[in-house]
């Protein structure tokens, strides 16, 4: 709950103050996916929020088959090798789901992964100096700016932009 701290504009002499609700442990995890459709030649963006709760691999799993629900054909899920990632309700979906498949990225190497292009918009730029009175209200903040993304063409293709890969030349980013 406490806010990232970022430089910002005040009037002189007038120091902003960040009201911070003390004690407690809320938080709000959150799961994303981003796509790009063969056919429609269009970006997504897919996510679940968790307030006050941590993510596993039991809801990863959950997500993955939340996402087959709504893409069609095959599907290919580039990852990292997180723990959230791994284990057996993961191993489980991807032997039910034969038009799933992992590609796996390198151990560490957030440089190469669109979504963490995602989370540091979201951290540094949407949500830096912001506060709010409970993770409810936080969940609330964070929906509506994954949900602003998910519209952005433009967004979503800086969040690609901000790595080496490249989307194909066909990709409509408007």
Not at 16 to 23: A, M
């Amino acid at each position: 709950m406490s806010p990232l701290v970022r430089r910002t504009l005040a009037p002189r002499g007038e120091t902003p103050i960040l009201e911070v609700k003390g004690g407690g442990r809320e938080k709000v995890s959150v799961i994303a996916g981003l796509s790009l459709s063969p056919v429609a030649h269009r970006l997504g963006l897919y996510f679940e929020t968790y307030p006050n709760a941590y993510i596993n691999n039991q809801g990863t799993a959950d997500f993955l088959r939340e996402l087959l629900r709504h893409l069609r054909g095959k599907v290919i899920v580039v990852w990292d090798n997180g723990p959230v990632h791994k284990g057996e309700p993961i191993r489980r979906v991807l032997q039910n789901y034969p038009r799933l498949s992992v590609e796996w990225l390198p151990p560490y190497a957030p440089e190469l992964n669109p979504v963490e292009q995602l989370w540091n918009h979201i951290k540094y730029n949407e949500l830096a100096n912001f506060t709010t009175t409970d993770a409810w209200a936080l969940d609330e903040d964070v929906t509506e700016v994954l949900i602003e993304a998910k519209l952005n063409q433009g967004r979503l293709g800086s969040f690609y932009a901000g790595t080496p890969l490249r989307l194909p030349d066909r990709t409509r980013i408007t």
